[in-house]
């Protein structure tokens, strides 16, 4: 079965992050035929988080959750913003993944805050960050502000964003759209292409 997990960063409880975490899990698995749907939580993994970037050893849940990250199709993460980029809890999180575990994969990002000022966090923090990790950021990203909450437009983002991730993890209802199999940065420079091969493609011959 296709396996989803949602990373959420969002601190208080009712939380926007996760609200937003749950509206595209929702309808990622909606746009899937079968989907198990993992929620790594990570307010509840705060004090492991910070023992394992002083100790080098994850805690048990902490452990869980790593490998819940590694064995998914598809990663759905939401962070609030604070200082105009993620919080430290979310980036934390990503720290501590052994290198290549995001490798390929396909990841919808999302963020919430109180004002429609801080959109381009998408841009300017959390698609470098992800392009760092070599995943495959879906090309909708979605942003919330308080007021977008129960508005038409933000539904129209999740079902978009929803769907390309859906597309990308290969399985989306009635749709063949796996597509080749993920291809790793590593895979890119293993077998290039020689550049008179190029040349002659550019040229048309």
């Known amino acids: 079965m296709t396996s ?7 601190l208080s409880t009712p939380s926007s ?5 749950d509206s595209l899990a929702a309808a990622t698995a909606e746009a899937l035929e079968e989907v198990a749907v993992t929620v790594v939580e ?3 993994l705060a004090h492991q988080l910070t023992d394992h970037l002083l100790t080098g050893f994850p805690g048990p849940e902490l452990s869980r959750a790593v490998d819940a990250v590694r064995r998914a199709d598809g990663l759905v993460a939401v962070t609030p913003v604070f200082s105009a980029s993620y919080s430290g809890l979310f980036k934390t999180f990503f720290d501590v993944l052994e290198p290549g575990l995001l490798d390929g994969k396909p990841v919808l990002v999302g963020a919430t805050a109180g004002t429609a000022r801080h959109s381009l966090v998408l841009d300017h923090a959390l698609r470098p960050l992800f392009s760092y990790l070599h995943a495959v950021v879906v090309p909708t990203g979605v ?8 508005d038409e437009g933000l539904d129209r983002r999740v079902a978009r964003a929803a769907g ?3 597309a990308l ?9 796996a597509g080749p199999a ?11 292409t020689p550049f008179d091969e190029l040349l002659r493609r550019a040229s048309g011959s």
Do not use: C, I, Q
């Not at 993890?169 to 759209?177: L, Q």
């Open 169 to 177: 993890m290969g399985k989306v209802s009635g749709v063949d759209a």
């Open 17 to 21: 992050t996760r609200l937003l975490a």
């Open 164 to 166: 390309e991730l859906a």
């Open 182 to 192: 993920r291809r790793t940065v590593e895979d890119e420079f293993a077998h290039p």
């Open 143 to 150: 942003f919330a502000a308080t007021d977008d909450f129960g």
């Open 4 to 10: 989803l997990v949602v990373v959420s960063a969002g």
């Open 42 to 44: 990570l307010r509840d």
